[in-house]
């Protein structure tokens, strides 16, 4: 992987986005999202009612020009594409459901997934329903492709800006995705997948009529939306699928829990839950975890042992090979 090519793209992406900022005196993922469009549109740049300003225009088609997204491999352009969404979720501020999520925590995704689907799959459906700016998704599509397996993904989000940048995010690597801009708690108008992959949103679900026709609702007030993700996930997996959420490591802690273990008892089998290293969070209250569960039918059965891991400081070489080995000698005996 070529560093320069990376650092020469985000500069790239970088300036435009600042020269359409000062003209359009928008937000720096608005910028981005307008500047991504533009150079997946043959490279012209979008202009209404004089803006940006033909000078403007003129710089941004020299930039443009210069961007050869056919010479860099998809995991370069994702790379380049992370580290402007990253600029752009300082400069912005945005709310901790909106956060991108890390690579290291793709990989563990990944892996987990090598592991868990049979070596027969040659491709997989995959599908985020809380698909957000797509680093996630497009980090474990670009790992299933490293082991030469094709992929067929989905995302689904709420927000039209995140989904906006997540196509912008997914086109320009030349990734295989569909995107909708939905509520995903509503019926979705998808086929079952195999694998589904999300950084759940964690907080309240404000539709409590929706709500109330999930198993995991709460009796009384807002539903956990985190909780009802989880639950309509399990509705659009194939039977034996597996779902891998990132979730708060205090899951199974709070009043609603028992709704959740009983809807996940009828639906699922608990197969693991894995705490992520206390290092990468700031408080105890926002640490997570990965929680692994699958879908009854087509063989699935419970694990003897439920796998129950701290995964080591991303940085211990030693103990990261440690824990693979680990994860490995458990699928060999409970998968």
């Known amino acids: ?67 050869k997204l056919d010479s860099m491999e998809s995991e370069e352009i994702r790379k380049a594409i992370q580290l402007a969404l990253l600029k752009g979720s300082k400069m912005d501020v945005l709310q901790p459901n909106h956060q991108m999520t890390p690579d290291a925590i793709g990989f563990i995704f990944n892996y987990l997934i090598e592991k868990l689907i049979s070596e027969k799959d040659k491709t997989i459906r995959l599908l985020d329903p809380a698909v957000g700016m797509g680093n996630l998704l497009s980090t474990v599509y670009n790992g299933l492709l490293s082991k030469s397996i094709s992929v067929e993904a989905e995302g689904i989000d709420n927000d039209d800006l995140l989904i906006t940048l997540a196509s912008v995010n997914t086109v320009m690597q030349r990734q295989s995705v569909t995107l909708t801009h939905q509520d995903a708690i509503q019926d979705l108008l998808i086929d079952p997948v195999d694998v589904i992959v999300s950084d759940l949103p964690v907080g309240y679900y404000p539709l409590d009529e929706k709500a109330s026709k999930f198993k995991t609702a709460a009796k009384n007030g807002h539903s956990y939306a985190h909780h009802l993700f989880i639950e309509q996930s399990l509705y659009y997996l194939k039977n034996g699928g597996f779902g891998i959420f990132l979730v708060p490591a205090q899951l199974f802690e709070t009043d609603e829990t028992p709704a959740l273990l009983k809807m996940i008892q ?22 997570k975890s990965i929680l692994l569960i699958q879908k009854k039918g087509d063989n699935a059965k419970q694990a003897k042992q439920v ?29």
């Open 1 to 67: 992987m070529s560093q320069k090519e990376i650092e020469q793209l985000f500069n790239q992406l970088d300036t435009s986005v600042q020269l359409l900022q000062k003209e359009l005196d928008v937000s720096y993922l608005e910028a981005l999202s307008e500047t991504g469009e533009n150079i997946l549109a043959n490279k012209q740049p979008h202009q209404i009612d004089g803006l940006p300003s033909d000078e403007t225009v003129g710089k941004l088609t020299q930039l443009y020009q210069d961007i």
């Open 307 to 335: 796998l129950l891991a701290q995964i080591p400081d991303f940085k211990n070489q030693k103990a990261m090979l440690q824990f693979m080995k680990e994860v490995d000698s458990w699928k060999k005996e409970n998968i």
């Open 266 to 287: 009828e639906e699922a089998f608990l197969q693991g839950m894995l705490n992520l290293p206390n290092e990468l969070f700031k408080t105890k209250n926002s640490r």
